[in-house]
């Protein structure tokens, strides 16, 4: 197990299976030393624990541990590419998109989630570029979608 697993292990966290894509595209892709995963639903064994949008149906709380859930589904795929955590040397970038009312206006709040989790995972190299976005609708009625880019060795 990668350091990085046995952090999120302290905090009562680990990485799911890689989550199975609901179109035609693949979870995450290497590119010349960078990991760039498409974007990541909060799935729990398959299936979105909460659905709607964030400001109604959706608390912003409950949002914030969806982007938690979501950024664990897209350290999964990184993985599945790289083998080993241990061996992401940076978190680039996180895009986190929040499914939300019109008069909403703390994605980012949402956002931080995901950010604090990767911080805690991987220390100063956790430390990223971020856009979190308010968007009407997200695929399945998911309130929050993630991509994330790492650089590895």
């Known amino acids: 197990m990668s350091k990085v697993e046995e952090r999120l292990g302290a905090m009562g966290l680990g990485l799911p299976p890689v989550a199975a894509p609901v179109a035609d595209y693949i979870p995450a892709l290497d590119i010349e030393g960078f990991v760039y995963t498409s974007g990541q639903l909060p799935f729990v064994e398959g299936a979105l624990p909460e659905t709607g949008k964030v400001g109604a149906e959706v608390l912003a709380d ?18 599945s590419i790289i083998g080993n955590l241990d061996r992401v040397t940076r978190v680039v970038k996180v895009t986190v998109f929040v499914a939300s009312t019109p008069d909403f206006t703390g994605q980012s709040g949402v956002a931080n989630g995901a950010s ?34 790492v650089a590895y060795e």
């Open 62 to 79: 409950e949002a914030t541990a969806l982007a938690q859930v979501a950024v664990l589904n897209a350290l999964a795929a990184v993985k």
């Open 116 to 149: 604090e989790l990767l911080g805690t995972a991987f220390g100063e190299a956790g430390q990223h570029v971020r856009s979190a976005v308010g968007v009407a609708v997200l695929p399945l009625d998911s309130p929050v979608e993630l991509e994330l880019v």
